[in-house]
């Protein structure tokens, strides 16, 4: 789940206006289904949304 953890953080990070990419970070973020949900299998997304909101609640 660490690796989770970092990948989130990382994510938060570059949305800031002075970094490249900050704006696909912020929709990858903010629209994190959206984003990422099409192109994983089932189980894949269900890792990966649970990782997300456990990170959001901070418990990852």
Do not use: V
């Not at 994510?11 to 994190?32: A, D, N, V």
């Amino acid at each position: 789940m660490q690796i989770f953890r970092m990948s989130y953080l990382d994510l938060l990070k570059t949305q800031s206006p002075e970094k490249p990419y900050s704006r696909i970070h912020w929709f990858m973020f903010k629209k994190f289904e959206l984003f990422f949900k099409k192109p994983l299998e089932t189980k894949q997304w269900q890792i990966i949304r649970k990782a997300f909101e456990l990170f959001k609640k901070n418990l990852l």
